[in-house]
């Protein structure tokens, strides 16, 4: 339960950084808002990992809390980015590598 709590604490305050590299901060009570009604909405079973329903609620939630629609579009396609796909290629790259450990361990070379 801390852990999941934690994952999004830190979800959201990465949201906050995004808003504020394009130049917007926003009251984090006000972010926790629009986060949690996305995230609430993103687990309809409509598309894989709320793919395009979070960012479809989170922008208008974020312009109509104050932030100016171009922040808002630019902040939460660069969130989705690095929180949705980054992780991706990592997870990709480190299964290969056990593979290719169990492969090597299995048929590698002999002594």
Same mark, same amino acid.
């Given at each position: 339960? @801390?852990?999941?709590?934690? &994952? ?18 926003? &009251?984090?009570?006000?972010?926790? $808002?629009?986060?949690?009604?996305? &995230? ?10 709320? @793919?395009?329903?979070?960012?479809? $609620?989170? $922008? ?5 809390? +104050?932030?100016?629609?171009? $922040? ?26 056990? %593979?290719?450990? %169990?492969?090597?361990?299995?048929? +590698?070379?002999?002594?």
């Amino acid at each position: 339960m @801390l852990w999941a709590a934690g &994952n999004w604490i830190f979800d959201a305050a990465s949201l906050w950084l995004f808003l504020a590299a394009y130049g917007h901060r926003i &009251n984090p009570v006000t972010l926790f $808002v629009a986060y949690g009604i996305a &995230n609430l909405l993103g687990t309809l079973p409509v598309s894989p990992g709320g @793919l395009g329903i979070i960012e479809g $609620v989170l $922008v208008p939630s974020l312009v109509g809390f +104050g932030a100016p629609s171009a $922040v808002a579009v630019l902040a939460v396609v660069s969130w989705r980015l690095f929180e949705f796909w980054a992780p991706i290629p990592i997870g990709s790259l480190s299964y290969l590598s056990l %593979r290719l450990q %169990r492969w090597w361990s299995t048929r +590698g070379p002999t002594q």
